[in-house]
């Protein structure tokens, strides 16, 4: 199993970013596929989740409304479009696969089972 994200960088508060979770066909195909990030010295933090056939979401209550997930089936890819972006919002992103599709169980870091490499975030002020 392998994710490759991708797409990070530093932008200004109120500015946009896209991330991008690159995968092998096979785990694509039957994985549900989520991001989370992990800011300097905290806890990592489910941010959001879209299922396998891409059916359902799933976002954390602070990226409501401003994050959208979605899925690129021809290229095996999900993105991450990021806008209104924060400070709060710093963190290294990573794609994650997990094989639960419900949204709530999607929002478990604990049932993921595959993890890409990560990617940094930096939100200027």
């Known amino acids: 199993v392998q994710l490759q994200a991708s797409g990070g960088g530093l932008v200004q508060a109120g500015g946009s970013l896209r991330l991008s979770c690159a995968a092998s066909?096979?785990?694509?195909?039957?994985?549900?596929i989520g991001w989370i990030r992990q800011a300097p010295g905290k806890e990592r933090e489910f941010v959001a989740a879209i299922s396998r056939t891409g059916g359902s979401t799933y976002y954390a209550d602070s990226v409501k409304g401003r994050f959208t997930i979605s899925r690129d089936n021809a290229k095996n890819t999900v993105h991450l479009q990021m806008n209104s972006l924060k400070p709060e919002d710093t963190a290294v992103y990573y794609c994650?696969?997990?094989?639960?599709?419900?949204?709530?169980?999607?929002?478990?870091?604990?049932?993921?089972?595959?993890w890409g490499q990560g990617t940094l975030v930096t939100v200027s002020s």
């Open positions: 994650a696969a997990t094989t639960v599709t419900t949204p709530e169980a999607m929002g478990v870091i604990s049932l993921y089972d595959y």
């Open positions: 066909e096979r785990t694509f195909s039957t994985h549900s």
